[in-house]
Every structure is written in C-alpha cells, then in structure tokens.
Nanobody
Framework: QVQLVESGGGLVQAGDSLRLSCVVS????????MAWFRQAPGKGRAMVAS????????VYADSVKGRFTVSRDNTQNTVYLQMNSLKPEDTAVYYC?????????????????WGQGTQVTVSS
C-alpha cells in the first residue's frame, strides 16, 4: 500500500516562502512520477508542478512559474515544493500525488495515489 504524507503548510504573509514535503512509503519511490496539486475553496483540484522519476525534468502551472520549484530526493523517498513570493491567491490545500506513469499529466485523474493534503494560507 503506497502512502503519501505531506507536511510544511501554514499561515504566512504575502511575499513569504514555504517548503512543502511529501514522504512516500510502501513501494520504490523512484518508480513514480510525482506531482503537487492544490485546491482552493469552491474550485477543482489543479496541478501546480510535476517531476519525473529521476528529477531530470519538471513542469509547472503558468501561475507559479518562476516562484515555485519542485524537487525530489530518491534516497529519502521525498518530494518537495519550494514556494517563494507567495500570493494570497496561492491559498489552498496542497496535495502530493504519485503515479507509475512515465509521462506528465496535469489532470488529477492521471495520478493513482494521494496524500491527505496540507493547508497553505497566504494573508495580504
């Protein structure tokens, strides 16, 4: 059973930074493409960033390009999301997701395993 556990969320002010972490257990972490999604109140779940199994390539939503960086440490079974220059519109529950797919997907349906989510709130 693959399990994902996120941490690192919190309440910050606009312009601040946060780093989210997601630890994966239950299978070989390096087999999985990993992604971060977020869901704001009243909205659907949207992809923020995704990273290939070896960390060699990543994709980002236009709204976070240049501010957020996704990375992974396959020795620690962990994927990270470094979030800089946070804005109030970044406020959401952030979810970590994993799938055995070999290609990126920006759809939630493209990921089989999910964490429980961590709340990020950015005040103005």
């Amino acid at each position: 059973q693959v399990q994902l556990v996120e941490s690192g969320g919190g309440l910050v002010q606009a312009g601040d930074s946060l780093r989210l972490s997601c630890v994966v257990s239950g299978d070989t972490f390096s087999n999985y493409i990993m992604a971060w999604f977020r869901q704001a109140p009243g909205k659907g779940r949207a992809m923020v960033a995704s990273i290939l199994w070896n960390g060699g390539s990543a994709v980002y939503a236009d709204s976070v390009k240049g501010r957020f960086t996704v990375s992974r440490d396959n020795t620690q079974n962990t994927v990270y999301l470094q979030m800089n220059s946070l804005k109030p519109e970044d406020t959401a529950v952030y979810y970590c997701a994993a799938d055995l797919s070999v290609d990126f997907s920006d759809a939630a349906e493209g990921y089989e395993y999910w964490g429980q989510g961590t709340q990020v709130t950015v005040s103005s």
